[in-house]
């Protein structure tokens, strides 16, 4: 392969790509076609290297990861090429001579929408991180067509339309039809006896899709390791389709193909109904079972007999979504290599790992038995029997104690219970923060902590400080290398070395320019782009996450509308500037979560129309919040909102992201808030709000009553006045008054308000100011996933890193 390691060699391919690709000579190219030939020249240059990683990791026969999760939320791909293979400046100069700025390439890259929110995009930093550690892991998913939606903010509400991101092609894959497999739904399964009188499965009637891996190298930081990132994507085969249709059914042949077709068509299929949640049954079977097969075929072919497959090979799944893992290893070593329901359950118990991300009782996956049977009639039998197993320990340790053996059963109540399943056939169960891990053995998971307490641990999260730091933030990233050198960038928690600085005049003022610079940048583009005007000597507080009662914009607004109402009534009251800004989709189907949107920009245009109060004070609420944006707000942010009600978020990843640009929190003592709190300390955080504990602890006792705050507190029966403004906004105050506050938004509410305040009186002085943001920035590295993730290759998956 010809490639390129000089500005020379750079230009002259960049020119024959352009007549290969698109027949065009460099002055007549678009700059979308300009991103699709850099990003087909990166992939070549590193194809040696991902062909070499490979090489060695088979030739070595090293333990390897596979992490199996239903989404990754990648984000951008070029720049963070770039900065992996060290080829940015290089690129970028090359193209200054061709007459392009790279700055102008970067966004017509569109953003993959391979994933929704948190736990897709915690999934794309720890690929990230594998491969910046040398490490041998893999992430294995489905390639959809379709990403979750594009949001339109119309008239103040959310509209929907679809995310066809895939439109122009996806030029950092590679189809690899050769590896293609097959996967079977539907038909009957039952067991006979075999050769020799032991029992086999007979599979029979079953319709058959063909799974086709699409491979997206996964760069290491300037380290030559090139993992693999493998997207599966759905197709019918033809002879399925002339099965049908040899028996004259071309109805049923037709619905076979669209069915098939179907399963990588969209992310997150409406599950509302009946059909959506057969899809995504159909899904999460399709993905792990595609990837195992592959898996077991390169196993084999490299390293030998299934027997060994748990020393070499460690399967970690993210939440239950891919649980079937389990089953489905048990089928592929019982039905396929012939080995003993204890041999394969040894094997699979010790090679799946499984991580928990949300205590949410609707979030937990629960398939109705009559669906998952007739989808998935071996892996039923499978989970059956493991179920009986399992249960028959149960009875014995306490015998005839039913109520034990409910808590802790696969199959219940005409359900499969996925969380479950995912503990019982897995050697570790990890939460994503130490309070959530906590809650899980003391709470949702108690039952099973009591059985199995070896299996429980902590990773809490982190996120990739070379995307969410060095690349967003080259500002920030200079004047850190300026003070401390390069260290850290190898070696986050040497931000450390930061610290001091916080005590030096010098620096704090370079630091408040830079925090300057980047709300400027962020006032031009919202300008330029989306007609936006912001006054960027105001003070930036920013909840961007997706929208949630649990995750409380509601609180936020109504401390809006609330400082909005002091405002009017004394228009001399002195406080500093603020920009609210909110960004976040609601599923389309969150009534409660899509009318908090129109709320925020009801009040939004309220304060606008109102010179009393707009000069003071400004709210938006950004379209189509996603990683590239996220990658401008972040470094422009002076306060980080964290405010869900405690316990409910299982750790939060933005809040480490602000934290690396330097954002003070404001938070609860909820999920990875608490460590948060627990590096910087009182003096460089503002926490508020009931603990877990007590809101635990109100549940029990069955809530509290809001009705008596609304009676007594004046301010919040102020703010409860906006949601009087719309019939739409009854709803609300219904869930807040006469549904009792589920999330104890009225409860906080004082709290918040008082928070605020303090976030205000910190903000007048300056100097403890940039001292609290450069104590975050230097206690950010502990919240690197390379931290996160050199705990699961050492504490789960006891894997080494290998040198490419
Ligand atoms: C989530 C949790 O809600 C987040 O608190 C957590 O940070 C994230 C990654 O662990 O996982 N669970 C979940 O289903 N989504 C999340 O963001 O989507």
Not at 358 to 382: K, N, V
Request: charged letters at 25%.
């Amino acid at each position: 392969m010809r490639t390129w390691k000089t500005k020379k060699e750079f230009k002259k391919l960049f020119i024959e790509k352009a007549e290969v690709l698109f027949e065009k000579n460099v002055k007549e190219l678009s700059h979308r076609e300009v991103y699709q030939i850099i990003a087909t020249m990166i992939k070549d240059l590193v194809s040696d290297d991902w062909i070499q990683t490979e090489k060695i990791y088979n030739h070595k026969r090293v333990r390897q990861v596979y992490y199996f999760s239903i989404e990754f939320l990648l984000g951008r791909l070029l720049n963070t090429n770039l900065l992996n293979c060290d080829m940015e400046e290089l690129c970028r100069s090359a193209l200054q001579d061709f007459g392009f700025d790279l700055e102008d390439i970067f966004p017509e890259e569109p953003d993959p929408g391979l994933g929704n929110g948190g736990l897709g995009r915690l999934a794309a930093c720890y690929i990230d991180s594998m491969a910046a550690l040398q490490l041998p892991g893999h992430g294995c998913s489905i390639r959809y067509q379709y990403g979750l939606f594009d949001q339109r903010i119309i008239d103040g509400q959310q509209v929907e339309l679809p995310d066809a991101w895939l439109r122009n092609g996806f030029p950092w894959e590679i189809k690899k039809s050769d590896k293609a497999v097959d996967v079977r739904f539907g038909g009957h399964a039952y067991m006979r006896p075999g050769k020799g009188g032991a029992l086999v499965c007979v599979h029979e009637q079953y319709n058959t899709v063909r799974a086709v891996p699409y491979d997206v190298p996964v760069l290491g930081y300037q380290n030559r390791t090139v993992n693999t990132l493998r997207l599966w994507k759905a197709e019918y085969t033809r002879e399925n389709m002339y099965g049908q249709l040899r028996y004259g059914d071309y109805r049923k042949a037709l619905q076979y193909k669209d069915q098939a077709q179907q399963i990588s068509r969209f992310l997150y299929p409406n599950d509302s109904t009946y059909e959506g949640r057969k899809l995504r049954l159909m899904q999460e079977y399709f993905f792990v079972s595609a990837g195992l097969q592959s898996i077991m075929r390169h196993y084999k072919k490299h390293y030998g007999s299934p027997k060994l497959f748990d020393r070499y090979i460690a399967l970690h799944i993210n939440d239950t979504h891919p649980a079937l893992i389990i089953p489905e290893l048990m089928r592929i070593l019982m039905d396929e290599e012939g080995l003993s329901w204890e041999d394969s359950w040894r094997i699979t118990t010790n090679s799946v790992a499984y991580t928990n991300h949300t205590i949410l009782p609707e979030a937990l996956e629960r398939w109705s038995i009559p669906m998952f049977q007739e989808l998935l009639p071996r892996i039923f039998l499978i989970v059956d029997e493991i179920n009986r197993r399992w249960l028959e320990a149960v009875q014995q340790r306490f015998p005839g104690q039913e109520d034990k053996a409910r808590e802790v059963a696969i199959l219940w109540n005409n359900q499969v219970h996925m969380a479950s399943l995912a503990v019982v056939g897995s050697h570790s169960v990890n939460g994503v923060a130490k309070l959530h891990s906590e809650i899980l053995k003391i709470n949702t998971l108690k039952p099973f902590y009591t059985w199995f307490p070896e299996r429980f641990n902590n990773k809490t999260n982190g996120v990739t400080h070379r995307r969410w730091l060095i690349e967003s933030n080259p500002q920030l990233t200079e004047l850190i290398c300026d003070t401390i050198g390069k260290d850290w960038v190898h070696a986050p928690e040497k931000l450390l070395a930061l610290e001091p600085f916080g005590n030096d005049a010098a620096f704090r003022e370079r630091l408040a320019e830079v925090k300057q610079k980047r709300k400027e940048i962020l006032a031009e583009y919202l300008h330029k782009e989306r007609n936006i005007t912001l006054n960027p000597h105001s003070i930036f507080d920013i909840q961007i996450k997706r929208m949630h009662m649990y995750k409380r914009q509601l609180l936020n607004i109504l401390h809006v509308y609330h400082l909005y109402r002091q405002l009017v009534e004394n228009p001399g009251m002195d406080i500093i500037p603020r920009t609210f800004i909110f960004g976040g989709k609601a599923a389309a189907s969150y009534g409660e979560a899509k009318i908090t949107i129109q709320l925020i920009n009801t009040v939004a245009r309220l304060i606008d129309q109102d010179y009393r109060a707009a000069r003071k004070l400004k709210v938006v609420f950004l379209e189509n919040y996603n990683v590239s944006l996220g990658q401008k707000l972040f470094p422009a942010a002076d306060v980080s909102e964290q405010i869900s009600t405690a316990s409910k978020e299982a750790s939060g990843t933005g809040n480490m992201k602000f934290m690396f640009n330097g954002a003070i929190t404001l938070g609860t003592m909820d999920g990875a808030n608490v460590e948060i709190h627990q590096e910087v300390g009182d003096e460089h955080s503002v926490i508020f709000g009931l603990r877990a504990d007590e809101v635990q602890r109100y549940y029990q006792e069955g809530g509290y009553s809001s009705w008596d705050i609304y009676n007594s507190d004046a301010d919040v029966r102020r703010a409860l006045e906006v949601l009087e403004e719309n019939p739409m906004f009854g709803q609300l105050r219904e869930a807040l008054l006469d549904r009792n506050d589920e999330f104890f938004v009225l409860k906080d509410f004082k709290s918040y308000c008082a928070a605020q305040q303090e976030i205000e009186r910190r903000y007048r002085d300056t100097e403890g100011w940039f001292r609290s943001s450069t104590v975050n920035i230097a206690h950010a590295g502990h919240f690197s996933s390379d931290r996160s993730i050199q705990e699961y290759a050492d504490e789960i998956w006891n894997l080494d890193a290998v040198k490419i």
